[in-house]
C-alpha cells in the first residue's frame, strides 16, 4: 500500500475547517509525516492514524502553518510511550525551537529524536530510505529555506517464473541465481538469460510534495514523470502578481508543473484563504491538466488505485 | 455579560475530540483568553469568537498543552489585520519562544505585542484592568511556576433613586455629589445621607482559574466567595498520589476547594486522557459541592444567568 492522505489544506491560517499543511503517507503498514501544522495530532486521531507507526517526520520548511503541530505531536508521542526513535528531516532551526520549548516546560521525551538538518543534504540526493522506499529533496523557491520531497519506490525485485523455468528444463539449483537476476550457462551448454524466467516487474511509485514555491522551471526536472504530485495552489491566477511575490503558485501554475513534467496526477492545496469556494481553483487546474483534484482534509489518494 | 466559553478541556495532550486548555472570559463584548493550548484559533473560528475583539492573553504557565496554540493564534491576528496592541501576561520564558519562532520564519507581527512578565508581579494583586473589570494572579503549586487568575467585577456604581431625592425635596444641583456617595446639607440645614438616594449595587462578580495546581490550602484565601470557580480535575480520586506527583488535583480535591472557598459554582476540566467518560469525574465532584459542572468543549457560562 502506498497511500497519501491529507491533514491540512489551508494556506498561513486555519479556514472554513481547514487546518494548516500536513499529509501522511503510508507506505506498507509503516507512516511517513510531511509537514505538521497547528492541529495535525488532532487530525491524526480523527483519521485513526497510528502515533506508533510515525516512522519520519519531513518538514519543508519554518513557517509556522508547517510546523507549529511539532511540539505538541512528539509530546504527545512520549506520552502515548513511544520507546523507538523519530528521525526528522528539516530546516536546522527547528531543532533550536523544540529545544527551547521543551527547555521551559521541562519536559524530557521517552525517546530518541534523530535530527538531520535539510541544509546538509543535496537536492535530489537520497536522504531516508527503507528497504522499498526512498526519499530525496526537491529544491523549492519560497521566501525561506524550502524543499519539497520526492518519495519513491526502489526498483521491485521481479517475480520468478517457475513453469517456464521448469518448461525450459532448468535444474532447481540454478534458481537462485536466476532470480537476482543472473544469465547462466546449463551443464549441456544451452545458455539462460535471467529475463527468460522472470516476470516484468512493475514500474515504482512516486510522490512529489511541492508545498511552498514560486513556479519555476529549476524543480520541474525532479518531478519527471512521477506517479502523483501534490503542488500548492495558492491563489487563482489572476493574483498572479501576488503569488510571485508572496513566493507561492496559482492554480494554473500548478496544472503547468503537472503538465510539463508528465506527471500522472495531480493535487493541489495549501489554498489562501480568501477562498471559501475552492472549485475554481480546481477548474482553472483542468484547463492544462485534466486528472487534477482538490487535496482536501480526509482525502486519500492511493498511487496504485486512484492515479 | 460576564461569561466563559470552554474552548479545551483535555490536560497534556488531545484526546476523544477534547482539545488542550483554552478558555474565553467575555465581558461587555471585549475577550479575554486564558490559555491557549494547540488548536485554540480553530475552536475561536468553530464558535464564531471575533478574533479582533480579544483584548488580553493570559497563560498561566508553559506547559505545552497551555501554550502551543499562541504562535499560530498571534500571526493570524495579524493576518486578519488586527492593528490594536494585544496585552499578554505570561511567564517571561514565553516571549523567547515567540520571538525564535517568529525569527526562524521571518514573521513580523502587524501590531504590538505588549508582554508582561508574571515573574514580575506579586500574587493578589491587580496586573490589569478596564474601567470595569480587574485581574489578579492566584499563585498554584505545579512542576513548573504556575498561576491562576481571578477576574474580578469593579465595584459597581450605584443608581440614583430620582423619585426618592424629589420625594425628599432635593434640589437638583445636588444630585451629582449624591450619585458620586457624597452626603449632603441642604440650605434648610437638612442633612441627606447619600445611602437614602442610592439602589443597592450588584454585588460584583467574580471568576477565579485555577489551572494546573496540586491541591493546597494556600491559594483558598484567593477564592473566597468567587462566583464561578474553574478548578482543574485531572483524576478520579483513586489517583490521589499520581495526582500529587505530577502536580495535579483530584475531582474530589477541586470540590473541596469550591466548598472551602465558600464560592456558587464550580467547573472542573483539564482531564486526563485515560477518561473517556467523564461522569465518573462529576460525580466524584458532587458529592462535597453539588452545583458543579463539567467544563467541556463549547460549553459557555453566564454569570449572571447560570450559577
Redesign the interface.
Known amino acids: 500500500m502506498f497511500s497519501v492522505r491529507i491533514l491540512g489544506s489551508s494556506s498561513?491560517?486555519?479556514?472554513f475547517q481547514r487546518?494548516?499543511s500536513s499529509q501522511v503517507i503510508s507506505y506498507n503498514d509503516r507512516y511517513y509525516l510531511i509537514d505538521c501544522g497547528?492541529?495535525t495530532?488532532?487530525q491524526l486521531?480523527k483519521y485513526r492514524i497510528k502515533y506508533n507507526r510515525i516512522d519520519g517526520l519531513f518538514i519543508s520548511h519554518?513557517?509556522?502553518?508547517h510546523i507549529?503541530?511539532t511540539?505538541?505531536l512528539l509530546?504527545?508521542l512520549s506520552?502515548?510511550d513511544r520507546k523507538s526513535p523519530l528521525p526528522i528531516y528539516a530546516?536546522r532551526?527547528?531543532k533550536?525551537?523544540l529545544e527551547?520549548?521543551y527547555?521551559?516546560?521541562?519536559?524530557h521525551l521517552n525517546y530518541e529524536i534523530q535530527f538531520h538538518a535539510l541544509e546538509d543534504f543535496e537536492p535530489g540526493n537520497v536522504i531516508f530510505q527503507t528497504d522499498r522506499l526512498e526519499v530525496s529533496i526537491i529544491p523549492l523557491q519560497h521566501?525561506?529555506f524550502c524543499n519539497g520531497f520526492l518519495f519513491r519506490e526502489k526498483n521491485k525485485r521481479r517475480k520468478f517464473n517457475f513453469y517456464k523455468a521448469r518448461e525450459l528444463g532448468i535444474p532447481k539449483k540454478y534458481f537462485q541465481l536466476l532470480k537476482l537476476g543472473n544469465d547462466i550457462q546449463l551443464e549441456n551448454g544451452k545458455k539462460i538469460k535471467a529475463e527468460e524466467v522472470l516476470f516484468p516487474a512493475d514500474p515504482p511509485l512516486s510522490y512529489a510534495y511541492c508545498s511552498d514555491t514560486r513556479y519555476n522551471e529549476h524543480y520541474l526536472s525532479y518531478l519527471k514523470d512521477v506517479s502523483l504530485l501534490y503542488h500548492e495552489a495558492t491563489f487563482l491566477d489572476e493574483l498572479r502578481n501576488r503569488a510571485g511575490d508572496t513566493g507561492h503558485s496559482t492554480a494554473k501554475e500548478a496544472s503547468l508543473a503537472a503538465k510539463r513534467s508528465n506527471v500522472s496526477k495531480l493535487i493541489i492545496g495549501h489554498f489562501s484563504?480568501r477562498y471559501k469556494d475552492l472549485n475554481p481553483l480546481l477548474e482553472e487546474a483542468k484547463i492544462e491538466f485534466t486528472n487534477t483534484d482538490l487535496a482536501l482534509e480526509g482525502r486519500k489518494f492511493d498511487l496504485r488505485k486512484d492515479l
Not at 498561513?12 to 479556514?15: D, E, F, M, R
Not at 519554518?62 to 502553518?65: A, I, N, P, S, T
Not at 527547555?103 to 519536559?107: I, V
Request: charged share 15%; net charge negative; no cysteine.
Open positions: 498561513a491560517t486555519p479556514a487546518f494548516t497547528e492541529g495530532q488532532m486521531q519554518l513557517h509556522g502553518d507549529l503541530g511540539p505538541g509530546a504527545s506520552i502515548f530546516p532551526g527547528l533550536e525551537i527551547l520549548i527547555k521551559h516546560s521541562d519536559t521566501r525561506i484563504a
